[in-house]
């Protein structure tokens, strides 16, 4: 299934799910890992359906064949306020700093960040642009300070007390950083060849299925054939939706509740723990 099948197999899936729950949702989005993914599908499929059904907190694109043209294509609806989390890293396409610097004007044009969540608190966007090849990085955070923009650049030893959906403030202090850039220094590229291939490492932190209370599964993306069945069971205010790695599609999703990755190692239950507690693995290295 290619992505405009994709999309258009969520947004029927939304539909129905939205007037279930009195028009009441939230999305959390997985297309990570998956070369079939490109610029030209997120600007025309994916960008409609995020203004269409808005309110997802977690997008992850990292590892798939995207550049500038989805961080410029996506950078209105970021700056929206409406996503908590955005992870673009390891692309395999071009990343400059003119791209980079488009979505950040944005979201300090539109100030919608931080965001308050459910406890109340304010947090900055969590954004991964890391293993990116994005050259003078010191520079481009400078420029940034001196227009204004309220920025933490987190390395390895901030992510010990610094997490996603969390404030940086402490001690009651009041928060006022509007995105946190997460091992931004980082930006030496790794391993394309192989991640274009679908192969990851087993360390690779980024690469852990999502989980959730709601995630629909599907088969890869340019796998060819339809879509897999979407995981219906169990009730809850978030759907997840959970792409597999361009892999071999292999065997059909179970509609039991379970989706497959295609590789016949793992495969994760459908309507899990709550998406709140779900934390994002600590780097190895």
Known sequence: ADLKALVRHLDSYMQRYAEKNSGHYVLNIDLSCN???T????ATHLVAFLSKW??????????NAIGDETLRALSSWVADGFVHELHLSD?????????????????????????????????????????NGITDVETLISRCQSQGMALAVLDRTDLAWVRPGASNAKGGQRETTAVNLVLFRLQGRRGVT??????????????????????????PVGAGGPGGPVGAGGAGSSVASKVPVGKAPGRAIAPGGEYYRGDGAESKRLWEMPDAEVWEQLPDD
């Open 35 to 37: 070369s079939y993914i």
């Open 39 to 42: 610029d030209t599908g997120v």
């Open 54 to 63: 808005p309110v997802c907190h977690r997008l992850k694109l990292y590892k």
């Open 91 to 131: 692309l395999f396409g071009r990343v400059t700093t003119d791209a980079v610097m488009h979505l950040l004007r944005e979201i300090h044009r539109k100030g919608n960040y931080p965001f308050i969540n459910s406890s109340r608190a304010a947090c900055a966007l969590w954004l991964r642009l890391e293993h």
């Open 194 to 219: 192989s991640r274009a291939a679908g192969q990851t490492g087993i360390d690779d932190y980024e690469d852990r299925p999502a989980i959730g209370p709601g995630v629909v599964g599907t088969l």
